[in-house]
């Protein structure tokens, strides 16, 4: 007999406080076929990506395992002043499309910036949403929000003293750049993560110096000026 490879969990909306039930992608079919460098995935069965968001049923409130774990009361009033009698309540506690994960990560992102989540919640959403066009060819819309996640990514390395110790959000955010064609901002971040020497992420280093050199490559393609970092290297 073929497994499912959904399961529902029943969980507690962080606003309304009343219980529903979501699907969840199972752990044996959560394996990549692969990823990009800015860690898109691709898989062979159901994309766990899809399922990430958590729709009320109930009150129409979406949020992720990172999100808030309660609203406060000013939060509360927040969303149902400005979304909630708005919103279309609808159930995705089943299979979700790609248009149907679109909506969800939508509806968290402006539930997560009317109750004023972290921004690194933020980032992620904008960042998740880029991908869903990347998985519908929608390169005009994937640029967009990728402007969009840089942006907010930089905020948050800005707001929370990221520092070295958070060698993958820069290379995210260099990564970024780059795929905006930004390529001197590009430079500059992965540059700071391969050249901090308090910066003990092997994994990220390695990744900076691998999209250090295809951006050469790119740079010296298009018959760029190379920025003074890359002239030494």
């Known amino acids: 007999m073929e497994i499912d490879p959904l399961f529902q969990i029943t969980t507690a909306c962080v606003c309304c406080e009343k219980t529903f039930q979501t699907s969840r992608v199972r752990p044996s079919f959560k394996h990549a076929v692969r990823r990009d460098a800015d860690f898109c995935a691709y898989y062979k069965n159901e994309?766990?990506?899809?399922?990430v968001v958590r729709v009320c049923p109930h009150c129409g409130f979406a949020s992720t395992e990172n999100s808030a774990a309660k609203l406060s009361d000013p939060q509360r009033k927040a969303f149902e002043e400005k979304v909630g009698a708005a919103s279309k309540k609808k159930d995705y506690g089943g299979k979700r499309s790609l248009e149907d994960a679109l909506d969800t990560y939508k509806l968290?992102?402006?539930?997560?910036?009317?109750?004023?989540?972290?921004?690194?919640?933020?980032?992620s959403l904008l960042h998740h949403i880029a991908w869903l066009y990347r998985y519908g060819k929608n390169e005009e819309q994937e640029r967009r929000f990728?402007?969009?996640?840089?942006d907010s990514y930089v905020r948050v390395y800005e707001t929370e003293n990221a520092g070295p110790s958070d060698a993958r959000l820069m290379y995210l955010i260099g990564e970024l750049c780059r795929r905006l064609d930004e390529f001197n901002e590009a430079v500059?971040?992965?540059?700071?993560?391969?050249?901090?020497?308090?910066?003990?992420d092997a994994a990220m280093i390695r990744a900076s110096r691998e999209?250090?050199?295809?951006?050469?490559?790119?740079?010296?393609?298009?018959?760029?000026?190379?920025?003074?970092?890359?002239?030494?290297?």
Not at 47 to 51: H, Q, R
Not at 146 to 150: D, L, Q, S, V
Not at 214 to 224: F, N, S, V
């Open 47 to 51: 994309n766990p990506d899809f399922y």
């Open 108 to 123: 968290a992102l402006i539930c997560a910036q009317v109750v004023r989540d972290k921004e690194r919640i933020i980032a």
């Open 146 to 150: 990728i402007g969009y996640a840089r």
């Open 188 to 200: 500059r971040w992965f540059s700071r993560v391969i050249h901090d020497q308090r910066i003990m």
């Open 211 to 233: 999209q250090w050199a295809t951006l050469r490559e790119d740079m010296l393609a298009r018959k760029m000026e190379l920025p003074e970092e890359m002239q030494q290297s």
